[in-house]
T-cell receptor, first 114, second 115 residues
């Protein structure tokens, strides 16, 4: 069974541009979470999507946004990129019905802003 | 709010040494507790978990016991290998209603095992 898949693996952008990251959850998982792992800052919760709706977001500005599609895959969009947006962006999924709190993570997308 | 505190790293050990990484938490209610591992250049992998007090999670020689009285979930391994070199994250689940959960992570502990 395929795990959580993310694309692209690496992305290089310049300040002011927009970045789009994509995530496919494990088959049967309806919830998708996005985390940011910036150097020295640990893992910060960004967004949670379930059944196509944004359910909760972390302490990030509105230029971080996303959506979840009918097939439960998800996109994270970062507008007006700033240097400090350089980070590893991790996507995770979970199965709500057997929710023990465990999340299954992808390999991440590394965004570099120049 | 909920929080997780891990022992500061980095930790450097020789192969076959005993490993302990301390983790304490603050939470309302009864969270599930997790240890995740991140190998160089990779995402997070679940190492072990415990969902209620006194549960012991174990995997690949690693163990951690959910101690409610001391709000702790320390990670231990009796004999580390070079291949255990990675960053280890302690985390707790923070439930939202009946359907959601968010993991709150500690800062991570870098472990290096030398041959």
């Amino acid at each position: 069974e395929a795990g959580v898949t993310q694309s692209p693996t690496h992305l290089i952008k310049t300040r002011g541009q927009q970045a789009t990251l994509r995530c496919s959850p494990i088959s049967g998982h309806t919830s998708v979470y996005w985390y940011q792992q910036a150097l020295g800052l640990g893992l910060q919760f960004l967004l949670w999507y379930d059944e196509g709706e944004e359910r909760n977001r972390g302490n990030f500005p509105p230029r971080f946004s996303g959506r979840q599609f009918p097939n439960y895959s998800s996109e994270l969009n970062v507008n007006a990129l700033e240097l400090e947006d350089s980070a590893l962006y991790l996507c995770a999924s979970s199965l709500v019905q057997t929710n023990t709190g465990e999340l299954f993570f992808g390999e991440g997308s590394r965004l570099t802003v120049l | 709010g909920d929080s997780v505190t891990q022992m500061e790293g980095p930790v450097t050990l020789s192969e076959e040494a005993f490993l302990t990484i301390n983790c304490t938490y603050t939470a309302t209610g009864y969270p599930s507790l997790f240890w995740y591992v991140q190998y160089p250049g990779e995402g997070l992998q679940l190492l072990l978990k415990a969902t209620k007090a006194d549960d012991k999670g174990s995997n690949k020689g690693f163990e951690a016991t959910y101690r409610k009285e001391t709000t702790s979930f320390h990670l231990e391994k009796g004999s580390v290998q070079v291949s255990d070199s990675a960053v280890y994250f302690c985390a707790l689940s923070d439930r939202w209603g009946t359907s959601g959960s968010r993991l709150t992570f500690g800062e991570g502990t870098q472990l290096t095992v030398n041959p």
